[in-house]
């Protein structure tokens, strides 16, 4: 399948979609100056992006619902590289939070040189890809992902937003910040989504109580973020995003893949990825 040009922008072989990217938005992402106190959460893709930008403006005011209760989860922890930043970026309160789908590569100067800290959020690519494909049928800025063996081929060879998983992976997970980085699982937060709040709120230093980490997880549940239109994107007129062909909150669950790989896309899936890491340094938290 060829991209299309239409639809997407390239930059510096960078793969994103036009209706939210522009050259102006990726350069202003470039020229971005980076504070000592601000978090940035990088996904690739599906991997739970509007879930960390439920959880980080909870996290950093102490449980204050009033930012996901009043302000848009695309304006109150804005993209990086998306085009409205230049709009609000002028409002966030400090601490500020970010996330970016951008490849470590990709980040700022000022990114490199600040003490900002990152939370680098992953999840199984069979489950990403899964997610991927329902994504690309209620988009409208985003190609038809054809039948599900042919997204698997365009996905496996990285003819999707940001390009291939594994390229994405190896950017961040060779990163050398230190511990300016803290990595952690979708399936971690599915699992037990308190504990995940604790580790998030141990590295940014945040000291929460267990009651006010119960109270983050309660608001921050797929249940409840499905209901919360500030984060639901149903703000966001259906001919953008139809919710009717499939909801942007979808299942939210990890393993979804079972339910869509046949042992022939298993094989085929598992042989690529596996090449493509084969010598890295760090392992993956699941099987493939
Ligand atoms: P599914 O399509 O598998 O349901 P992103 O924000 O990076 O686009 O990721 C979207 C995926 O994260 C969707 O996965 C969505 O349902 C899931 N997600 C978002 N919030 C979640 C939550 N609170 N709990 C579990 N999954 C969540």
Redesign the pocket.
């Known amino acids: 399948m060829s991209l299309s040009e239409e639809m997407y922008l390239r930059y510096h072989g960078l793969i994103v979609p036009k209706e939210t990217h522009s050259y102006e938005s990726l350069e202003f992402a470039q020229g971005f100056k980076f504070e000592d106190d601000d978090v940035l959460a990088v ?1 690739y ?7 960390m930008q ?1 959880i980080l403006p909870l996290v950093l005011n102490g449980g204050d619902l009033t930012p996901i209760h009043t302000i848009p989860n695309w304006e109150r922890v804005p993209w990086l590289e998306e085009k409205q930043l230049a709009r609000v970026v002028a409002k966030l309160a400090s601490p500020r939070a970010l996330v970016s789908h951008l490849p470590y590569n990709f980040m700022p100067p000022s990114f490199c040189t600040s003490k900002a800290k990152v939370i680098y959020l992953m999840r199984n690519p069979k ?1 990403i890809m ?2 991927s494909y ?2 690309h049928q209620m988009a409208s800025f985003l190609e038809d992902p054809g039948t599900f063996d042919e997204f698997m081929d365009t996905f496996l060879e990285g003819k999707v937003l940001f390009g291939k998983w594994t390229d994405h992976v190896k950017s961040w997970r060779n990163s050398e910040l230190g511990d300016r980085i803290m990595y952690i699982t ?1 399936e971690e ?2 699992q037990d989504l308190p504990a995940a709040l604790r580790r998030i709120s141990d590295f940014l230093g945040c000291n929460l109580t267990e009651e006010v980490i119960q109270k983050i997880a309660e608001h ?3 249940k409840t ?1 499905k209901n919360n239109n500030m984060s639901n994107f149903s703000l966001i007129p259906k001919v953008y995003l139809d919710h009717d062909k499939s909801p ?6 990890a393993g ?1 893949w079972k339910n869509h790989f046949s042992s022939e896309q298993l094989a085929r899936f598992t042989s690529v990825i596996s090449k493509e890491l084969e010598g890295e340094s760090f392992s993956l938290p699941w099987s493939l």
């Open positions: 996904t893709p599906k991997s739970g992006t509007i879930w439920e489950d899964v997610s329902y994504f979708y937060m599915v921050c549940s797929f973020m942007f909150l979808r299942k939210g669950i979804d």
